[in-house]
Protein backbone atom coordinates (compact mmCIF):
# COMPACT_ATOMS: atom_id res chain seq x y z
CA UNK A 1 0.00 0.00 0.00
CA UNK A 2 1.71 3.36 -1.19
CA UNK A 3 2.09 5.66 1.88
CA UNK A 4 1.59 9.53 2.02
CA UNK A 5 2.70 10.87 -1.48
CA UNK A 6 4.47 14.60 -1.10
CA UNK A 7 5.86 17.05 -3.34
CA UNK A 8 8.22 18.15 -4.14
CA UNK A 9 10.69 17.28 -1.48
CA UNK A 10 12.66 19.76 -1.69
CA UNK A 11 12.31 23.91 -2.49
CA UNK A 12 14.35 26.77 -2.56
CA UNK A 13 12.87 29.82 -3.13
CA UNK A 14 13.57 33.74 -2.79
CA UNK A 15 11.41 35.69 -0.61
CA UNK A 16 8.37 37.29 -1.52
CA UNK A 17 7.71 34.44 -4.36
CA UNK A 18 5.00 31.91 -4.09
CA UNK A 19 5.63 28.46 -3.29
CA UNK A 20 2.79 25.57 -3.86
CA UNK A 21 3.23 21.86 -1.69
CA UNK A 22 1.21 19.16 -3.16
CA UNK A 23 -0.23 16.12 -1.06
CA UNK A 24 -1.77 12.82 -1.75
CA UNK A 25 -3.12 10.90 1.26
CA UNK A 26 -3.55 7.08 1.84
CA UNK A 27 -6.53 6.17 -0.13
CA UNK A 28 -9.61 5.82 2.04
CA UNK A 29 -8.27 7.95 4.33
CA UNK A 30 -10.82 11.10 4.66
CA UNK A 31 -8.48 13.10 7.23
CA UNK A 32 -5.95 15.20 5.89
CA UNK A 33 -3.45 17.32 8.18
CA UNK A 34 -0.84 20.14 6.94
CA UNK A 35 1.99 20.61 9.62
CA UNK A 36 4.97 22.94 9.89
CA UNK A 37 8.01 21.48 11.44
CA UNK A 38 10.91 23.89 12.66
CA UNK A 39 14.07 22.30 13.13
CA UNK A 40 14.63 20.10 15.95
CA UNK A 41 11.08 21.01 17.22
CA UNK A 42 7.70 18.94 17.05
CA UNK A 43 5.11 19.08 14.11
CA UNK A 44 2.63 22.28 14.56
CA UNK A 45 -0.53 21.89 13.23
CA UNK A 46 -1.66 24.13 10.44
CA UNK A 47 -4.96 23.09 9.19
CA UNK A 48 -7.28 19.79 9.05
CA UNK A 49 -9.39 18.60 6.80
CA UNK A 50 -12.28 16.27 6.81
CA UNK A 51 -12.87 15.63 3.34
CA UNK A 52 -13.31 18.83 1.24
CA UNK A 53 -13.70 20.80 4.62
CA UNK A 54 -11.59 22.56 6.48
CA UNK A 55 -12.86 21.59 9.79
CA UNK A 56 -9.58 23.85 12.01
CA UNK A 57 -7.65 26.32 10.14
CA UNK A 58 -7.00 28.86 13.22
CA UNK A 59 -3.23 28.13 13.16
CA UNK A 60 -3.13 28.93 9.35
CA UNK A 61 -1.64 32.51 8.92
CA UNK A 62 -4.15 33.20 6.57
CA UNK A 63 -2.43 36.64 5.45
CA UNK A 64 0.23 34.36 3.07
CA UNK A 65 -0.99 30.81 3.63
CA UNK A 66 -3.65 28.86 1.48
CA UNK A 67 -4.84 25.04 1.31
CA UNK A 68 -7.35 23.68 -0.50
CA UNK A 69 -8.41 20.15 -0.67
CA UNK A 70 -11.32 20.06 -3.98
CA UNK A 71 -12.34 16.62 -4.19
CA UNK A 72 -11.49 15.27 -0.89
CA UNK A 73 -8.75 13.53 -1.74
CA UNK A 74 -4.89 15.19 -2.64
CA UNK A 75 -4.83 18.72 -1.29
CA UNK A 76 -2.70 21.67 -1.64
CA UNK A 77 -1.18 24.46 0.65
CA UNK A 78 0.42 27.74 -1.08
CA UNK A 79 2.25 30.58 0.46
CA UNK A 80 2.40 33.79 -1.17
CA UNK A 81 4.68 35.54 -0.72
CA UNK A 82 6.60 33.95 1.22
CA UNK A 83 8.84 35.04 4.10
CA UNK A 84 12.30 34.22 5.59
CA UNK A 85 10.44 32.90 8.20
CA UNK A 86 8.65 30.14 6.40
CA UNK A 87 11.75 28.68 6.00
CA UNK A 88 10.79 24.90 7.55
CA UNK A 89 9.98 21.59 6.54
CA UNK A 90 5.99 21.09 5.31
CA UNK A 91 4.27 17.85 6.98
CA UNK A 92 1.41 16.29 5.23
CA UNK A 93 -0.35 13.41 7.17
CA UNK A 94 -3.64 11.32 6.61
CA UNK A 95 -5.76 9.51 9.32
CA UNK A 96 -8.49 6.97 8.78
CA UNK A 97 -10.69 8.52 11.73
CA UNK A 98 -10.79 11.87 12.65
CA UNK A 99 -8.40 13.02 15.32
CA UNK A 100 -6.81 9.23 15.44
CA UNK A 101 -3.63 9.56 16.99
CA UNK A 102 -2.14 7.01 14.36
CA UNK A 103 -1.41 9.55 11.84
CA UNK A 104 0.61 8.65 8.74
CA UNK A 105 2.76 11.57 7.94
CA UNK A 106 4.70 12.27 4.46
CA UNK A 107 8.09 12.84 4.00
CA UNK A 108 7.19 16.69 4.19
CA UNK A 109 8.91 19.25 1.84
CA UNK A 110 12.04 21.01 2.92
CA UNK A 111 11.62 24.55 1.77
CA UNK A 112 14.34 26.84 1.98
CA UNK A 113 13.39 30.62 1.58
CA UNK A 114 16.72 33.34 0.75
CA UNK B 1 -2.22 26.45 28.61
CA UNK B 2 -1.16 23.12 27.00
CA UNK B 3 2.37 22.47 27.09
CA UNK B 4 4.39 19.49 26.30
CA UNK B 5 7.94 19.04 26.83
CA UNK B 6 11.13 16.35 27.27
CA UNK B 7 13.02 16.02 30.21
CA UNK B 8 16.27 15.16 27.88
CA UNK B 9 16.91 16.74 24.73
CA UNK B 10 19.35 13.96 23.54
CA UNK B 11 19.71 10.32 24.73
CA UNK B 12 22.51 7.68 24.46
CA UNK B 13 22.40 3.87 24.53
CA UNK B 14 24.56 0.84 24.68
CA UNK B 15 23.18 -1.24 21.86
CA UNK B 16 21.26 -4.33 23.33
CA UNK B 17 20.40 -1.85 26.30
CA UNK B 18 16.92 -0.54 27.81
CA UNK B 19 16.07 2.90 26.63
CA UNK B 20 13.77 4.98 28.68
CA UNK B 21 12.17 8.97 26.89
CA UNK B 22 10.66 10.97 28.90
CA UNK B 23 7.77 13.59 28.54
CA UNK B 24 6.56 16.00 31.04
CA UNK B 25 2.87 17.46 30.12
CA UNK B 26 1.42 20.48 32.18
CA UNK B 27 -2.41 19.84 31.58
CA UNK B 28 -4.23 17.50 33.80
CA UNK B 29 -7.23 17.61 31.18
CA UNK B 30 -5.20 15.73 28.43
CA UNK B 31 -6.47 11.83 28.03
CA UNK B 32 -4.57 10.78 24.98
CA UNK B 33 -1.13 10.60 24.22
CA UNK B 34 1.06 9.17 21.43
CA UNK B 35 4.51 8.67 20.77
CA UNK B 36 6.31 9.14 17.11
CA UNK B 37 9.27 8.50 16.17
CA UNK B 38 11.25 10.32 13.19
CA UNK B 39 14.08 8.89 11.44
CA UNK B 40 16.46 11.15 8.93
CA UNK B 41 13.97 13.21 6.26
CA UNK B 42 11.11 10.87 6.77
CA UNK B 43 8.03 12.15 8.42
CA UNK B 44 7.24 10.63 11.61
CA UNK B 45 5.88 6.99 12.48
CA UNK B 46 3.12 6.45 14.90
CA UNK B 47 4.61 4.22 17.65
CA UNK B 48 2.42 3.42 20.24
CA UNK B 49 -0.59 5.05 22.11
CA UNK B 50 -2.48 5.15 25.58
CA UNK B 51 -5.39 7.03 27.12
CA UNK B 52 -5.46 8.52 30.30
CA UNK B 53 -7.71 5.47 31.85
CA UNK B 54 -5.01 3.72 31.56
CA UNK B 55 -1.32 3.06 33.24
CA UNK B 56 0.51 0.84 30.74
CA UNK B 57 0.34 -0.21 27.37
CA UNK B 58 2.96 -2.66 25.79
CA UNK B 59 3.86 -3.13 22.32
CA UNK B 60 6.68 -4.82 20.40
CA UNK B 61 9.71 -4.16 22.51
CA UNK B 62 7.85 -0.68 23.29
CA UNK B 63 5.84 0.06 26.51
CA UNK B 64 4.27 3.07 27.41
CA UNK B 65 4.32 4.05 31.02
CA UNK B 66 1.39 7.13 32.19
CA UNK B 67 1.76 8.81 35.34
CA UNK B 68 -1.39 11.10 35.83
CA UNK B 69 -0.23 11.88 39.11
CA UNK B 70 2.89 14.01 37.81
CA UNK B 71 1.80 14.48 34.30
CA UNK B 72 4.49 12.18 33.04
CA UNK B 73 4.85 9.97 30.35
CA UNK B 74 7.71 7.65 29.59
CA UNK B 75 8.39 5.11 26.39
CA UNK B 76 10.75 2.43 27.02
CA UNK B 77 12.37 0.47 24.35
CA UNK B 78 13.66 -3.07 25.16
CA UNK B 79 16.98 -4.11 23.81
CA UNK B 80 17.60 -1.09 22.07
CA UNK B 81 18.60 -1.29 18.46
CA UNK B 82 20.65 0.52 15.60
CA UNK B 83 17.62 0.83 14.10
CA UNK B 84 16.15 2.85 17.23
CA UNK B 85 18.04 5.50 16.65
CA UNK B 86 15.98 8.42 15.83
CA UNK B 87 13.70 11.54 17.34
CA UNK B 88 11.01 10.61 19.26
CA UNK B 89 7.99 12.69 20.00
CA UNK B 90 5.35 12.71 22.56
CA UNK B 91 2.35 14.35 21.73
CA UNK B 92 -0.92 14.86 23.98
CA UNK B 93 -4.43 15.55 22.91
CA UNK B 94 -7.33 16.86 24.95
CA UNK B 95 -10.99 15.67 24.43
CA UNK B 96 -10.74 15.50 20.86
CA UNK B 97 -8.90 18.45 19.91
CA UNK B 98 -5.96 18.93 17.60
CA UNK B 99 -2.19 16.96 18.71
CA UNK B 100 0.16 18.92 20.59
CA UNK B 101 4.10 17.67 20.22
CA UNK B 102 6.67 18.11 22.22
CA UNK B 103 9.96 19.27 21.23
CA UNK B 104 11.45 15.84 20.79
CA UNK B 105 14.61 13.80 22.22
CA UNK B 106 17.65 12.39 19.93
CA UNK B 107 18.25 8.67 20.85
CA UNK B 108 21.69 7.63 19.18
CA UNK B 109 22.43 4.15 19.85
CA UNK B 110 26.33 3.15 20.39
CA UNK B 111 27.62 0.24 18.62
Known amino acids: EAGVVQSPRYKIIEKKQPVAFWCNPI?????LYWYLQNLGQGPELLIRYENEEAVDDSQLPKDRFSAERLKGVDSTLKIQPAELGDSAVYLC????????????FGPGTRLTVL | GESVGLHLPTLSVQEGDNSIINCAYSNSASDYFIWYKQESGKGPQFIIDIRSNMDKRQGQRVTVLLNKTVKHLSLQIAATQPGDSAVYFC??????????FGPGTRLSVLP
Open chain 1, 27 to 31: SGHNT
Open chain 1, 93 to 104: ASSLRSQSGEQF
Open chain 2, 91 to 100: AENIRGQNFV
